[in-house]
């Protein structure tokens, strides 16, 4: 989709001059800025890379790359830019060879003791996806994509107990194989926060968005809500929203309005311990296809602190899902576990072991798939 080139390149190059320029730099002080240059090597052996059905492929992949990560906290300004470029070769399919490209930043900037501006943005090129969640409802096979988020918003403090927001928000999704769409969503939204102490704090939000396919026409979502959060301890909190989406698919025909809820149990056990349960319920306009996944899906994960030098977690993710113009179903089913072990306090090794399965009316969308890997990263 060559708008949507446009626009991330837009978007890059905005936040570049915004980081970057000379009136920005020296409204920041230097010494508060923390650089790390992180080497990645890695190896994994994956049963299944072309997340096929039948006649699967197995192959050895060494990882080597590089990440970035600058951070800087000031009085009222701080920002950050994370991200790794990896080169990811095959032992016996050299034609899969490829590199990933992961990258983040944010902006926060206090305008004055009241307002605030916020900017986030996500950005992914890859051949795999990074997630359980992401690739719940993908397209079957290997085929490379990128995708970019972005989210900029001002907050205004009206009242110590009462806040307002308003926020662009964009996503760009730009796909290599020529039977899928490419797609670019675009929405305003407007949201208010009220604190009644402490422990409980509600919200309620309204958005517009408007997602637009090459080939294709154009999905509209209007979505109305509220929600909160609630703690009943320091550690434990609940986190709650529900409200409706009305879906307007133009080329279809196909108009709906559909519920959704999402909760999530977020508890610090103790100092070395996370946990997190998540359940969401919701209709999405498809990012690939025009077409609408109306899905559930339920998410945990748990961290713990082993021993000094030696930390553990696991995540579990099962989402059932159905395409309501193709009428297919779909369900997925993973697992993720493994160990990071501080070698020295400059470099870290860790090791992962992943399971994935999809189930599915169209056959050629159902695969298993075992992923082990081992690898290393320095600081620098």
Known sequence: MKSSKILLILIISCIGHWLFDPSFVWAWDKELLDVKVIGILGETYDDNVTYAQSNLIDDFITDIGFGLNLEYLGKRQSWGISGDIVRHSFADRSDFDNTSVNMQANFVNELSKFTRLKLKNDFYYGEEPRSFEEGFGRSEGRYSFYKNKFNL??????SKQLSLAVRYFNELYDVSRQDLQDSALNGLGIESKYFFNSQFIVNSFYSFALREYDPGNNVQQ?????GGRYFFTNQLSVEAKT???IIDNNQTMY???EPFIDLALINELDQITNMRLGFNQRSYTNESSQDI???????SALTRQLFARLKGDITAFYGKGTYVESTIDEDLTGVKFGFIYDINPKMKGNVYYSYSEVRSDAINREYIRNAISIGIAGIF
């Open 153 to 158: 918003s001002c907050e205004q403090d009206v």
């Open 222 to 226: 209007h979505t109305f809500g509220g």
């Open 243 to 245: 409200g409706f989406d």
């Open 255 to 257: 108009n709906t309005t």
């Open 293 to 299: 996944f109306d899905k559930w899906q339920i998410t």
